[in-house]
Nanobody, 118 residues
Framework: VQLQASGGGLVQVGGSLRLSCVAS????????MGWFRQTPGKQREFVAS?????????ADDVSDRFTISRDNSKNKNTVYLQMNSLKPEDTAVYYC???????????WGQGTQVTVSS
């Protein structure tokens, strides 16, 4: 499975961004897709995820501002993270992940920078 993330950038406080992550390869092995984020000197933290069936989970500090959706097409799976009402504390590198069914390591994308300026 390969993951390609995109959509990061620079936005002002209160603005919006949409991140995308395309999974290719053995996509039928993927159950959950989602996003983590990381700032320098801190551990990577969970942001949001969505199962193949559409059940979404969010971190508490984004649940009222972010939405997640997923497109399970035949040849690729795409997960979207719509981020609204962005705050400076949302500034981070956002990493897409894909969790396979059963055992096995998660897959990770390359990260995309989101910067929220005040």
């Amino acid at each position: 499975v390969q993951l390609q993330a995109s959509g990061g950038g620079l936005v002002q406080v209160g603005g919006s961004l949409r991140l995308s992550c395309v999974a290719s390869g053995n996509i039928f092995s993927i159950n959950v897709m989602g996003w983590f984020r990381q700032t320098p000197g801190k551990q990577r933290e969970f942001v949001a995820s969505i199962t193949r069936g559409g059940r979404a989970t969010f971190a508490d500090d984004v649940s009222d501002r972010f939405t997640i959706s997923r497109d399970n097409s035949k040849n690729k799976n795409t997960v979207y993270l719509q981020m609204n009402s962005l705050k400076p504390e949302d500034t981070a590198v956002y990493y897409c992940f894909a969790e396979p069914y059963g055992s096995g390591d998660d897959y990770w994308g390359q990260g995309t920078q989101v910067t929220v300026s005040s």
